[in-house]
């Protein structure tokens, strides 16, 4: 199982706590109106999906039901870290190296 960081709590807790909210920093279109449809769909529909280290949003639903952001490794599933949503995202490149 699992152990996932909440920043806003500060504890470690299993998975079973969080729910998995998709991939973080997708920005918003300004003025959805003005957009085209492909941006539109892109915006909704279209993610990265890497395999490797990726930004994603987490909620802690059984705690304190804050989104949260975090940086997890799609193919070993570790966690480098979780930081509260608005925070600027972490340097990969910083993370790996730190990790290691
Ligand atoms: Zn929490």
């Not at 920093?25 to 999906?49: C, G, K, Q, Y």
């Not at 989104?67 to 490149?93: C, I, M, Q, S």
């Given at each position: 199982m699992?152990?996932?960081?909440?920043?806003?709590?500060?504890?470690t807790l299993?998975?079973?706590?969080?729910?998995?909210?998709?991939?973080?920093h997708v920005a918003r279109p300004e003025t959805p109106s003005?957009?085209?449809d492909?941006?539109?769909?892109?915006?909704?529909?279209i993610r990265e999906?890497?395999?490797g280290l990726t930004y994603e949003r987490w909620r802690h639903i059984?705690?304190?039901g804050r989104f949260f952001n975090a940086v997890r490794h799609t193919v070993t599933d570790r966690f480098l870290t979780?930081?509260?949503?608005g925070e600027p995202r972490p340097d990969l490149d910083k993370l790996?190296?730190?990790d290691q």
């Amino acid at each position: 199982m699992l152990h996932i960081h909440c920043p806003y709590c500060n504890e470690t807790l299993p998975e079973a706590e969080f729910a998995h909210a998709g991939e973080a920093h997708v920005a918003r279109p300004e003025t959805p109106s003005e957009v085209s449809d492909e941006a539109w769909r892109d915006f909704l529909f279209i993610r990265e999906n890497v395999r490797g280290l990726t930004y994603e949003r987490w909620r802690h639903i059984h705690g304190c039901g804050r989104f949260f952001n975090a940086v997890r490794h799609t193919v070993t599933d570790r966690f480098l870290t979780t930081y509260k949503a608005g925070e600027p995202r972490p340097d990969l490149d910083k993370l790996q190296e730190a990790d290691q």
